[in-house]
């Protein structure tokens, strides 16, 4: 039972660049979250998807798209990186109204 | 107001204290609560739920006041290993996402 896994743990884009984020949960959840941390700050909200199937903005979309592949599986791809974006991502998953579990982390660096 | 709000701290208490941290939430409609623990550059883990009879884990004790709409967090015996940041979290209403507290760092030194 891994929980909640993302990769990749380190990426260095360029300006530019794009990628996509991976995660996926062995947990069942319907519920799945990305979030950003920059240092110092607290998290904030990107994207989440309720349940399989829709997906909804968070507090700071801009710049990031999302696919709830299936239940497992909740990408987050950046299309055109900027230096702005650089951040530690997390992905979460969550049932109901119990508690939210956390990735890992990817730590991402735009130069 | 903010939807959830914590003293960011930094609180620095000696080994062996008891310390508390409060955090005030803006929905009164909120079901669940809980705190969770961020260790520096690592993800959040949950640390207690938060029931309205209050609970206990240990060393670590959380309240939750809905009259005046605010969650508390005491550690008692403070560890150096206890030294992180402490995250306040609530669910409001229906199908939406955890508000998180931007939290509260704790130094516990020896």
């Known amino acids: 039972n891994a929980g909640v896994t993302q990769t990749p743990k380190f990426q260095v884009l360029k300006t530019g660049q794009s990628m996509t984020l991976q995660c996926a949960q062995d947990?069942?959840?319907?519920?799945m979250y990305w979030y950003r941390q920059d240092p110092g700050m607290g998290l904030r909200l990107i994207y989440y998807?309720?349940?399989?199937?829709?997906?909804d903005k968070g507090e700071v979309p801009n710049g990031y798209n999302v696919s709830r592949l299936n239940k497992r599986e909740f990408s987050l791809r950046l299309e055109s990186a900027a230096p702005s974006q650089t951040s530690v991502y997390f992905c979460?998953?969550?049932?109901?109204?119990?508690?939210?579990?956390f990735g890992p982390g990817t730590r991402l660096t735009v130069t | 107001r903010k939807e959830v709000e914590q003293d960011p701290g930094p609180f620095n208490v000696p080994e062996g204290a008891t310390v508390a941290f409060n955090c005030t939430y803006s929905?009164?409609?909120?079901?669940?609560f809980f705190w969770y623990r961020q260790d520096c550059r690592k993800e959040p883990k949950l640390l207690m739920s938060?029931?309205?009879s209050g609970n206990e884990d240990g060393r670590f004790t959380a309240q939750l006041n809905r009259a005046s709409q605010y969650i508390s967090l005491l550690i008692r015996d403070s560890k150096l290993s206890d030294s992180a940041t402490y995250l306040c979290?609530?669910?409001?209403?229906?199908?939406?996402?955890?508000?998180f507290g931007k939290g509260t760092r704790l130094s516990v030194i020896a």
């Open positions: 979460a998953s969550q049932e109901g109204y119990y508690e939210q579990y």
């Open positions: 947990m069942n959840h319907n519920s």
């Open positions: 998807s309720a349940s399989e199937g829709t997906t």
């Open positions: 929905n009164s409609a909120s079901q669940s």
């Open positions: 938060v029931y309205s």
């Open positions: 979290v609530v669910n409001a209403e229906g199908n939406t996402p955890l508000v």
